[in-house]
T-cell receptor, first 115, second 115 residues
Framework: AQSVTQPDIHITVSEGASLELRCNYS??????LFWYVQSPGQGLQLLLK??????LVQGIKGFEAEFKRSQSSFNLRKPSVHWSDAAEYFC?????????????FGDGTTLTVKP | DTEVTQTPKHLVMGMTNKKSLKCEQH?????MYWYKQKAKKPPELMFV???????INESVPSRFSPECPNSSLLNLHLHALQPEDSALYLC??????????????FGSGTQLSVL
């Protein structure tokens, strides 16, 4: 079975600073990897996903993530954070031949943006 | 229209009440999902409907009863809930539910409080 670890429960960055959110996964084959964002009182929105191809993935809202097989990581980055990026971020991993709804989520990282 | 609409946004109910949550999408998606999300936790899959048929029930107690009357509508009927059932209930949809690469579109959720 697959699993996901987001080591940072809470991260605070200043507006305009760069951001990196960490995600480590465990899965025996090539995983499907996702990053979602959830603003307070809202549902989840897919930022980006990876399964194959270029290991640097571009997403919406200026985010990117890099898949590193050797480190079992899929870290999310943004070069310059905006106050509107304050939210909860979830990394998720899906396994081959499983239902789309059965992706395993990490416990999330709360991002606070200081003015 | 890329929205998943959930009503009501907030619901307070007693343990003897019967209530229903409603979810609607007009994207032509044939897979719909119910998730439960406790505060500061990732969403947990409850049910999956594929082509209006229940395809996955994640061992959810019978006090939660899903229904999919047509391809655009998903209901969750609630009866005799417990206070620990208080949570954000999220609905999602995808074109189909074949594999983990399907993009999920989430609604904003119904915040349920059981007194």
């Amino acid at each position: 079975a697959q699993s996901v670890t987001q080591p940072d429960i809470h991260i605070t960055v200043s507006e305009g600073a760069s951001l990196e959110l960490r995600c480590n996964y465990s899965y025996g084959a090539t995983p499907y990897l996702f990053w979602y964002v959830q603003s307070p009182g809202q549902g989840l929105q897919l930022l980006l996903k990876y399964f194959s191809g270029d290991t640097l993935v571009q997403g919406i809202k200026g985010f990117e993530a890099e898949f590193k097989r050797s480190q079992s990581s899929f870290n999310l980055r943004k070069p310059s954070v905006h106050w509107s990026d304050a939210a909860e971020y979830f990394c998720a991993v899906g396994a081959i031949n499983t239902n789309a709804g059965k992706s395993t989520f990490g416990d999330g990282t709360t991002l606070t943006v200081k003015p | 229209d890329t929205e998943v609409t959930q009503t009501p946004k907030h619901l307070v109910m007693g343990m003897t009440n019967k209530k229903s949550l409603k979810c609607e999408q007009h994207m032509g998606h044939r897979a719909m999902y119910w998730y439960k999300q406790k505060a500061k936790k990732p969403p947990e899959l409850m049910f999956v409907y594929s082509y209006e048929k229940l395809s996955i029930n994640e061992s959810v107690p019978s006090r939660f009863s899903p229904e999919c009357p047509n391809s655009s509508l998903l209901n969750l009927h609630l009866h005799a809930l417990q206070p620990e059932d208080s949570a954000l209930y999220l609905c999602a949809s995808s074109q189909v539910s074949r594999g983990p690469n399907e993009k999920l579109f989430f609604g904003s959720g119904t915040q349920l409080s059981v007194l």
